[in-house]
């Protein structure tokens, strides 16, 4: 449904008519992207009935007043690289593409923190930081994805979280441009440095982002200050490759000095869950990764990918008991000799607890210099094998021992699904790896990928059924929490988990409809991956259902 | 192939939106990370690969129409193929490809720019991209004596190709050029009058019949001249001759070098000596036509088929241009055995340079984007601490120059030949 001409004009006069548009071609470049056929069934949602480019605040708490006048929804994005990042629930809605706020506006060494826009990257904050000899935790869907996205609205985890924490937890400040237009300071005292987001002022982190991000359902985050972490390697680094070999091969040449990885494999599934937890615990890592390793050299496609497999399994010994599944990646990080010595020591003794190797594959020290730039900055994913994956279970801080249930389980199930080929099979039974937080002192998040393609009728079919067995909440897996998935967000618009699943954890839904109410008394602030005031479809108890809003109208 | 083909490709982009930046692996400065003029510069997302393949889609499923703005996002677009490179790195997706096959579409059904269809005129009238007469396309090399090849013998063709023989700016270049292959010996002629255009850049605007056309036309005439060997200042020109004309099975029965390679072979033969000092600091832009776009092209037959249950492979195998095979070490070899010049790289190199605006047709359709990606690069080059910058491509040059005199930049900017010539 287009806007109105007055209505379009009243947001034209707000940023100028080189930075809005109504053109069709351009609208749907704002409408396709990744998981849009698991969703709707097609490569388009929603056509917006406009796209603005804003550069300020001012100019979206602008916009937005403009919205709850006209009743118009609208969704801010960074890079909109997310499932449902784009989608809108009616065509009467539009969509701020924020790439023009794209500063770091402070870097605050001293207090280890720094200021950014919303189209400020995770990499590009990490590469700013490492001159001040600081970081920021590692974001899974690559170097495009924004810093505020990750920390303020959206739901991730990484392997960097059991040092650097989760993203929630490190948003120290925001401001906020409510869905009314207010514009809101949280964090900030009265010198207005955004430095604690549980006072002086209001402490609204949890309403913010609530669990898993608001995922724009809360208006827009246009500034946001965030924790920085000690980065002990170069200010500087350059991963290279050797001329003729494809842009993949660029690697670091070894692991940055202040910086060692080590692969520790361990017999069997029980025993590396149980080494993974003493390794976490011990508040040595400053990455951790569990049954996806990065060692391996990235092919350049998958017919390369598919060729290495092949040599690989010809050449793979079950008897040697080595296995991707069975092993873990630890990064440790010092600032002196010493330091680093002290945490090697008790990685070291830990392994040998529970009577793990290193094997030389896995340990060799080019294949460690890879496994580190994967585990800590925000390298491309893989979307390249099959079109599309879905993070299967993202399960929200749970206790290990739930974690172990939900590993054990989860990776059962997906094996069938891979067995009958709807899944990509890697084989070696891999499992739900962790992302434990803070040294697993708040528990981990587990996260498998089941990787399938969207195209292909069956294999898409098999991921819908998939995700219904996953979330029925009459399932074995006990989880603890609000399930999530789809990047970790919420699936509202397809399996009803919040219908399903409100009841059995305190209702949380009712609170967090209400909430939503309250912030957006005119709804304009699109829901689609957040929750909506009010349940628009049946609950069908677990059920796939294409949503009855969100699809394209015929054009 | 036709736009159709790419399906499965524009199905496929997710909009991870690599294709706007430089593969991170590369990324070494925050200033100077992204790869794409076109988003870096209007923003909206359809002017990015990503959003090539969206609206390709959407043309596909009937929900746009080309029209003016169709053209226009298509056309602001160097066609420099950055995007395609880091697009590869995760994916096996043709960006490149696609918006070629768009543009063909476009002059397909008649949908023109305007001054396209002047540039093309011009071509198809006088044999060139620069709306000049032919009469007037060997008088660059009045007062060389050079052979002409319609008429005399030789074993090697110098090819100027356009730019170079007919920009004011630029002639002493082509000029000095073949001067320093004959005096090393070379046995070396011009086709004159005769030569025409290579047909590259027409057909990335769209226009693949002038392609056929132009490499039927030079595969004869170089055919009858007897000449083995192709040698070219241009790197666009060395595209058309080594890549495109094999894409469109034109390949010629000849050598095909640009002037770089030929000029590092007599180096590595003793016949080119460098003797003088060149006192300058100075960086290199790698021309896209003769890096990314340079790779020889692959042909490939087969299906597409799936392994490990729904992981999309080939049958053959099948190999995709990712860039590393472009002409890159080459030039800087020459660059770094030049006495007294101090050589550092930019950010921004190889496989994915940025652009130096030229590209695709923009010098033509939209010259202040180009101007204005041109001072993109300038400011990198200064960036790194370079007193010149040095490309080895006649549209290089020439819009470094314009984008240097609108941003009151006093930068050298020189050809590489000048360099060369300078240390002789």
Redesign the interface.
Known sequence: MKLAEEEYKALQNIVGSE?I?R????L???N???GN?FFFDE??SV?PAA?L?PVNTAEISEIVKVCNKYGILFKPFS???EYLS?SLANTRGILL?L??MNQ?LEIDAKNMRAVVEPYVSV??LQ??AAKHGLYTGRIG????AGVIAAECCHHGCQHTMVFTSGYGRNTLGVEWVLPTGEILNMGSGESGDLFSADGPGFSLRGILRGRTGANGGHGVVTKASVKLYPWYGPT?W??TKK??????F??LEKVPDGYKVFVPSFADLDTTLEASEELCRAEILCAFGIGIIGTAQIQ????????A?QKARQSFDPAGGISVANSVVCVIGGQSAGELEYKEKCMRAITEKWDGSFSEQFNESRALARAF?DIM????????????FLPSSSSPDGSPAMLKNLALKEGEVKKRY?ES???????GGRMVSWRPEEHLSIGAQGISTA??????PA?LAAAREFIDELFDPKSPFKRYGVPSRGGCLQIEPVTHIHQNWGPLYDNYDVYLRKIKRMLDPNTVADWTAYIPPEYPDYAKDGDYVLPSYGKEED? | MTYQDYTHDMQRCTRCSYCKWIPYRYMKSTDFMEGCPSLARYNWHAYSASGKFNIAYSLLKDRIEIDETFLDVLYHCQMDGSCDVSCKVQQDLEPLQLMQELRIKCVEEGQLLPVHMLVIEGLRKEDNMMQALKADRGKWTEGLNTKDLSSESAEVVYHAGCRYSYDEELKSIARAGLTLLRDAGVDIGIMGTEEACCGGRAYELGYAGELTKYAEHQIETLRTAGVKTLVTPCADCYAAFKVLYDKIDKKPEMEVFHITQYIHRLIEEGKIRFTREVPVTVTYHDPCHLGRLGEPWIHWQGKETKAMGPMIIHDPPKKFRRGANGVYETPRDILKAIPGLRFIEMYRIKEYTWCCGAGGGVIDTHPDFAVWTGAERLKEAHAVGAEAIVSACGWCKRNFLDAAAESDDDIEVYDIIELVQKAM
């Open positions: 930075y548009t053109e069709p071609v351009i749907d470049t704002y396709q992207v990744w056929a490569k388009h056509r796209v480019l890079s909109g690289f784009l593409d790439k023009r770091i990499y590009r590469m700013e869907v690559g170097y495009s500087q350059e991963q001329p003729g070999e494809p842009p993949s660029g690697q350049e496609g998958n017919d390369e990918e598919w060729a497999m730039a900055w925000s390298n491309g994913v893989n979307l390249r094998a099959t079109g599309d891979e080929g709807a899944f990509l099979s890697m084989g990787q399938y393609d969207p195209y292909d294999s054009i």
